[in-house]
């Protein structure tokens, strides 16, 4: 006579409280998280103050920097995308202010970067403007351009021209444009309200308000600025 196994019975589960239940989800925090917060706290509580620091550095330095750039820096500003093959740049604009804080702008058909500091130009002009509104412009078929020192040196075909309608001719000329002054030791054609002129060469200064020649030279005054002679009413 067999028997037949007696059924189990499953042990009731135990019921946990909401409580219980919510405590159980949440984990504890690894050690390692806890270190990285830690250190990140650390970091912030330094750098937050640091980079403060520097903002206001920077705002109060900032008028500084700016006009420092402004008399020592000449902006190039391409009108054109350079030829990255030749390092040419087509109708570039050199702009920068003298030792007075006057402008003065260097044009050109092209220019070339042939060093550092160096600059070949086509057809280069070059125009000083004073406080008193008065302005000078000079120009030629060929020119270097220091950028560093703003010196200009041109040749073939230079003319440079006065307001007042004082014109000069001659093969090359260098041009301080910090200075707003110029000299030649080449032969000068002179033209002008006073006549013309011819001599050896000539020395600009005061950015053109003075205009000396060198010797030997030959003068042709208009009859209208020749003064009146003796016993001439």
């Known amino acids: ?28 925090p690894a050690t ?26 920077s705002i109060a330095l900032w008028p500084e920097v700016a ?13 054109a995308t350079p030829d990255l093959e ?3 740049v087509v109708d570039p ?5 003298d030792e007075h804080n006057e402008p003065f702008t260097v044009t050109a058909a092209q220019a070339r970067q042939a060093g550092e500091d160096r600059i070949n130009l086509t057809e280069p002009q070059g ?3 004073t406080s008193s509104n008065s302005w000078v412009m000079v120009k030629s078929h060929r020119g270097v351009y220091m950028q560093h020192s703003a010196l200009l040196d041109l040749s073939k ?23 707003g002054a110029a000299v030649s030791a080449n032969r000068v ?23 000396q020649f060198t010797g030997p030279a030959h003068m042709v005054v208009n009859a209208a600025s020749a003064p009146p002679a003796a016993g001439t009413p």
Not at 5 to 26: E, I, K
Not at 67 to 79: A, G, M, P, V, Y
Not at 158 to 177: F, H, M, N, Q, S
């Open 189 to 211: 054609h002179a033209e002008g309200p006073f006549g013309t002129l011819d001599a050896q060469g000539f020395a600009l200064t005061d950015k053109g308000d003075v205009i």
């Open 1 to 28: 006579m067999s028997l037949a196994p007696l059924p189990t019975r499953r042990a009731p589960r135990a019921r946990l409280s909401p409580s219980d239940a919510v405590q159980r989800r949440r984990s504890a």
């Open 32 to 57: 390692a998280r806890l270190l990285r917060r830690r250190w990140g706290v650390r970091v912030l509580k330094y750098a937050l103050p640091l980079v403060g620091l520097a903002l206001l550095a």
């Open 127 to 129: 125009d000083i403007v």
């Open 93 to 97: 604009h050199y702009r920068g202010v």
């Open 157 to 179: 075909d230079v003319v440079l021209y006065r307001d007042d309608g004082t014109a000069l001719y001659t093969d090359a000329a260098t041009l301080d444009l910090h200075e």
């Open 67 to 79: 006009r420092l750039e402004n008399q020592e820096r000449i902006t190039l500003r391409r009108l």
């Open 86 to 88: 030749t390092g040419e």
